[in-house]
């Protein structure tokens, strides 16, 4: 009973994606649902929808009360100026930021930056302070550091909207590969899928006074 439970729900929440896609992409109705569903579902090209992600999912609704952490805004969602912790200009990017992208100043990540964190919904202006949800977290690799990055909002993010922040941290990590390549930086860039934005909290630390800045360069 608890599988077939199990089954009907995955059913459930990819006729959810399903429809979402076919609203969005009327042209392409006839072949939306044969592409959702001959998706490789483990594979890096299409990382949302597979067993995980749907449990994940599950116990996220379940979640009453996630995490409220401050978020400050250093990237407004369609902004092509990708700016560090430190305010300053990383790289100008060929394409628009498609979330509002900044750090939670009270926390460090693995990499012993300010922990990174996106909020979905309209655009917010640059330096804007929000105290928002954590609905979970994407964990990316670059150059061979792992690093959380929290995905804020304020309402649990639908499957389409977490599916299109995992493609955009799995393309994002393609780009970053390439872009370390060039400024000749070795180490492994992937996204690594999904995860709980407590288990993100509990892998960071808390900021004190003796942090002076990150400690490695963009």
């Known amino acids: 009973m608890k599988q077939a439970g199990v089954a009907f729900e995955q ?19 006839g072949s939306a649902s044969r592409g959702l569903r001959e998706i490789n579902w483990t ?10 992600y749907f449990h994940q999912y599950r116990d996220q609704e379940a979640l009453s009360d996630p995490p409220v952490v401050e978020v400050l805004i250093e990237v407004p969602r369609g902004s092509f100026l990708k700016r560090g912790s430190t305010g300053e200009v990383d790289f ?9 992208y900044g750090s939670v100043p009270d926390y460090l990540g693995l990499e012993g930056d300010l922990l990174d964190a996106l909020v979905l919904g309209p655009r917010l202006p640059f330096g804007t302070r929000i105290r928002v949800k954590a609905w ?6 670059d150059r061979g550091m792992s690093d959380d990055k929290l ?14 922040v995992l493609q955009f941290f799995h393309f994002y990590a393609k780009c970053k590969g390439m872009l370390n390549i060039w ?3 070795p180490g492994r860039n992937a996204c690594e899928g999904w995860c709980e934005a407590i288990q993100a ?7 004190d006074a003796s942090w002076q800045g990150p400690p490695l360069g963009f």
Do not use: M
């Open 11 to 29: 059913e459930y929440i990819l006729d959810t994606v399903e429809n979402a896609y076919r609203h969005e992409h009327p042209l392409h109705a």
């Open 43 to 52: 594979g890096e090209a299409a990382p949302a929808v597979n067993e995980v």
């Open 92 to 100: 100008v990017s060929p394409l628009p930021c498609p979330f509002n």
């Open 136 to 141: 979970g977290a994407v964990t990316l690799t």
């Open 151 to 164: 995905v804020c909002s304020d309402h649990s993010p639908s499957p389409l909207e977490r599916q299109k």
């Open 183 to 185: 400024r000749c930086r």
């Open 201 to 207: 909290l509990a892998r960071a630390r808390r900021r």
